[in-house]
C-alpha cells in the first residue's frame, strides 16, 4: 500500500509539475491601469530582464491588491476581495480558485481606482541629523517602499531622493497618468499645495521682489513642481505615482524642469540600459536660488515664513543626480543650476568643481544644451570634487568616474 501511494504521488507530480510551461509578462504590454500593487518573494514586483519581461515558472505565486481603492477587478471574479494571491498557469494566464472562475489573463487585473502611496517617517538619519522618509504601500499590514527621501523637518524640503536604476528602467509602463501630489501631513499646517499654484508662487515671490515680479514669473517661466525621483525612473505605475509626494519635490523653474533636467533623465536611463548598469541615484537640492528686488538688491527666494517667520521651502539653487554603480564603484555628479535668469559669466561662476562633460567623449551620450539659460546651465564633476562643496552623501567608496 506503501508503495503504491509512493508511485501515486511520483506520478501526480510528473503531471501536475508542468515542467517548462512559464508565465511572461511585459512591461509595455500586459500591465493596464489602474494597476494593482504587485508584490514578488515579499518586494515590489520588479522585471527579470533588461527589456521589461517578468518571468513565472508554473505554480509561481504573485500578489495583487487594490488595498484603500476598493476590490480587485476582473471579468473572472467570482468573489471580491481587496487582496489575493494568484499562481502562473502558462502565458499570461494565472488562476485562483476562490476568487476566480477560470484561468485569467494578467492584463485583464484592475483596481477602482489607484491605490494611495503613503510615507513611513523612520527612525534612521542622513545628513546633519534630517529624518528619512519612506515613500511606498501597505498591503496586510506589511510595509513596501518604493524609495526614500532625505527630508529637512525645519526647513520642509528634500535633501536628497535615493533609489535604483536598471536597465529595465528604460523600458517603464507607458499611458500612467499623472497623479496629485500630495503631502501626507509632513508639512503641517504649511498649505504646499496651494503655494505650488500659479497664484500662490506669485504671491510668494512677489513678496520678495516687489514689482520685478511681471519680470521672473509669465505664462512661459514659473515654478513647477520639480521631481528629485522622476516619475519616469520606475518601471511599474504604483512606482510612478508614488514620485508624486511633497518630499520628492522642490520648486524648479519650468524651462528647466522641461529642458536639460528632463533631457539628462532620459538620457541616463537610456544611457544605464544600454551598457547594463545597476546603479544607484541620490537625486537632492542644494542652496537657495536669488533673484533682483526692485532696488536692484539680490534676495533669497522662499515660498514660504513659518510661525516664527523663518523662511521654508527654499527655491533650491542647484539640482543634482549622483549617479553611482556598487559594482564597480565608478560614478558621475550632474548638476544644473535653477535659475534662467543668470547671465553666461554669472552662471559660470557658479560652478564650483571642474566640468568634465563639455568637450569629452566620454559624455557624447548627453544630449543636453549646458550653456541654454532657459532650459537650465548644467556641468558635471567627479563625486568626489562634488563632496567638497555638497556633502549631503553617505559615504561610499569611488574608484573611478561613470561615463
Not at 47 to 75: A, M
Not at 334 to 340: C, E, R
Amino acid at each position: 500500500m506503501i508503495i503504491f501511494q509512493k508511485l501515486y504521488m511520483l506520478i501526480f507530480c510528473a503531471f501536475t509539475a508542468q515542467p517548462g510551461i512559464k508565465c511572461r509578462l511585459n512591461t509595455r504590454i500586459h500591465f493596464g491601469e489602474p494597476l494593482p500593487i504587485i508584490i514578488r518573494n515579499g518586494r515590489l514586483l520588479e522585471p527579470d530582464d533588461s527589456f521589461g519581461n517578468v518571468e513565472l515558472t508554473f505554480g509561481e505565486e504573485l500578489v495583487l491588491s487594490c488595498e484603500g481603492s476598493g476590490s480587485l477587478i476582473h471579468p473572472n471574479t467570482i468573489n471580491n476581495a481587496a487582496t489575493y494571491t494568484l499562481r502562473c498557469e502558462g502565458g499570461d494566464n494565472f488562476r485562483n480558485d476562490e476568487h476566480l472562475n477560470a484561468p485569467s489573463s494578467f492584463n485583464l487585473f484592475r483596481c477602482p481606482y489607484s491605490p494611495n502611496h503613503i510615507s513611513r517617517k523612520t527612525e534612521r538619519k542622513c545628513y546633519e541629523g534630517n529624518t528619512f522618509i519612506e515613500i511606498g504601500y501597505r498591503v496586510d499590514n506589511s510595509f513596501y517602499p518604493v524609495y526614500e527621501t532625505c527630508f529637512n523637518e525645519d526647513a520642509f524640503h528634500p535633501v536628497y531622493s535615493k533609489y535604483t536604476q536598471r536597465p529595465y528602467n528604460a523600458h517603464y509602463q507607458t499611458r500612467v497618468d499623472r497623479p496629485f501630489f500630495i503631502s501626507d501631513g509632513l508639512f503641517g499646517l504649511i498649505p504646499v499645495e496651494t503655494l505650488f499654484s500659479p497664484r500662490g508662487q506669485t504671491a510668494a515671490v512677489a513678496e520678495l521682489v516687489g514689482p520685478m515680479i511681471d519680470r521672473y514669473i509669465s505664462k512661459t517661466e514659473f515654478l513647477s513642481r520639480g521631481h528629485l525621483a522622476a516619475k519616469t525612473d520606475f518601471v511599474y505605475a504604483f512606482g510612478e505615482r508614488a514620485t508624486f509626494h511633497y518630499v520628492n519635490c522642490a520648486p524648479q523653474w519650468v524651462g528647466f524642469n522641461g529642458g536639460n533636467w528632463n533631457t539628462l533623465e532620459v538620457d541616463l536611463r537610456n544611457h544605464i540600459h544600454l551598457f547594463g548598469l545597476h546603479t544607484t541615484v541620490y537625486t537632492g537640492v542644494y542652496g537657495v536660488t536669488q533673484l533682483s528686488n526692485q532696488l536692484g538688491r539680490k534676495v533669497d527666494v522662499y515660498l514660504y515664513s513659518d510661525e516664527n517667520n523663518n523662511p521654508v521651502i527654499p527655491v533650491p539653487l542647484y539640482f543634482y543626480k549622483i549617479v553611482y554603480d556598487p559594482e564597480s564603484k565608478r560614478g558621475t555628479a550632474f548638476i544644473g543650476i535653477n535659475n534662467p535668469y543668470y547671465e553666461p559669466d554669472e552662471a559660470r561662476q557658479l560652478f564650483f568643481c571642474e566640468d568634465l562633460c563639455r568637450g569629452d567623449e566620454r559624455f557624447s551620450w548627453l544630449s543636453w544644451h549646458p550653456d541654454n539659460p532657459h532650459e537650465g546651465y548644467t556641468f558635471c564633476c567627479t563625486i568626489p570634487s562634488f563632496r567638497e562643496t555638497i556633502r549631503h552623501l553617505p559615504y561610499f567608496e569611488i574608484k573611478g568616474l561613470l561615463t
